[in-house]
Structures are given as C-alpha cells and as structure tokens.
C-alpha cells in the first residue's frame, strides 16, 4: 500500500479555519484519497473522500494538488467538536482495504 | 437507525480462556472486517469479509477466527486469548463498491 506522511498533532483556534497537510508521494493513478477522524473514545468515522478534483461536503473540504502527491483537509470554522485524531489514507480502486497510519492529533483552543 | 453494534463494550478475561466479540450491522453490507487499535500502532486489519461464507486474513490476523454465517453478523473469536491480545478493537462495515466504512464504537480488551 502506498503511504502517506501527516504531522503528529496540530493545533488551532475554535471558530478559525484549519487545514490538515498529507503527503503522498508514491501514490498511484488508481488510489483515492481518503479522510477518516477518530473523536475519543469512538471509532473512526468517514469525513472526505476525493480522486483528482477538490471535493466539498457538509464536514469538509478537500483539496488535492495538481500532481496529486499531496492533500489538505480543510475544516471551514473549527468547533471544539472537531478534536480529534485525523487519517489521510490511500484506497485503491475496488480494493476495500483502509491502511491507517497514526494520523494527526487536532486539538482545538477555545 | 444505521449502525454497526459490538457486544461487549469491555472485557477483562484470563489468558487461555475462550471469547467471542460480536459484530453486527443492519445495513445489509456485503463487507466486514475486524481492526485492531494499539497505542503508536494505529489501525491494524485482523480478518475482512466480502460475503456470506467468504472470509480472508488481513495483517494481523495471528491467533484469531473468523465466521460469517449471515450478511449482518461477523464475530471474531479468540480461542486462547494471550496477553499481546490486549487492545481496542473496531468491527466496520460497508456496500462493496461504496467509499465509506462505517465504524462500531469499540471493544476494549484486558487480557490477564
């Protein structure tokens, strides 16, 4: 599976825009890019999911650089709700397997 | 209401002794699979499922069973549970072909 490179842990703002990085370099034509967050003590939940074109959601933005080795998650208004642990992860195309990597901890200030 | 449901939330049990942790969705998903979560480690897949009767290892699945007998259930068991067993554990599921998993709310481990 290729992989992919998030910061530890992030810090911002309640009420501010945060944007999440993730590299991944070595991922190929077929992989999409997903974004799952973790809220303590649940379990992982979808957030974004996206291929070549920016994608937007009720949760979410996505944008995906041209060359598409890297990623940015973008939370519009950050609520201390959004504190959690954030993964960028690779899905190949019909390949139902998610490979989590240790993802960034996003803790929001009041 | 759309879920995925574990039973039980918390385990404490003793090295060598049997269990068996639910999973059960009533989203009628064709795909199952069992994670483990370890502090440093992240998500690790134990076993997955695309069907009924079909079932195949992910990578961690050492000391672990499988069965999925009906579309909705998917239980993992542990015959001789050890120590290194000792983890949180996610069940998800989803439609083949969807992009979305959907996660349960965890099981906790102890084993002693």
């Known amino acids: 599976d290729a992989k992919t490179t998030q910061p530890n842990s992030m810090e911002s703002n309640e009420e501010e825009p945060v944007h999440l990085p993730c590299n991944h370099s070595?991922?190929?034509?077929?992989?999409?890019i997903h974004w799952y967050r973790q809220l303590p003590s649940q379990g992982p939940e979808y957030v974004i999911h996206?291929?070549?074109s920016n994608v937007n959601n009720r949760m979410a933005s996505l944008a995906i650089a041209e060359d598409r080795k890297s990623s940015t998650l973008i939370l519009h208004r950050a609520t201390l709700r959004d504190a959690a642990v954030y993964y960028c992860i690779l899905r190949g195309f019909g390949n139902e397997k998610l490979t989590f990597g240790t993802g960034t901890r996003l803790t929001i200030i009041p | 209401e759309a879920q995925v449901t574990q039973n039980p939330r918390y385990l404490i049990t003793v090295t060598g002794k049997k269990l068996t942790v639910t999973c059960s969705q009533n989203m009628n998903h064709e795909y199952m699979s069992w994670y483990r979560q370890d502090p440093g480690l992240g998500l690790r897949q134990i076993y997955y499922s695309m069907n009924v009767e079909v079932t195949d290892k992910g990578d961690v699945p050492e000391g672990y069973k499988v069965s999925r007998k009906e579309k909705r259930n998917f239980p993992l068991i542990l015959e001789s549970p050890s120590p290194n067993q000792t983890s949180l554990y996610f069940c998800?599921?989803?439609?083949?072909?969807?992009?979305?998993?959907?996660f349960g709310p965890g099981t906790r481990l102890l084993v002693l």
């Open positions: 998800a599921s989803s439609p083949l072909e969807e992009e979305t998993q959907y």
């Open positions: 996206g291929l070549t």
């Open positions: 070595t991922i190929s034509g077929t992989d999409y």
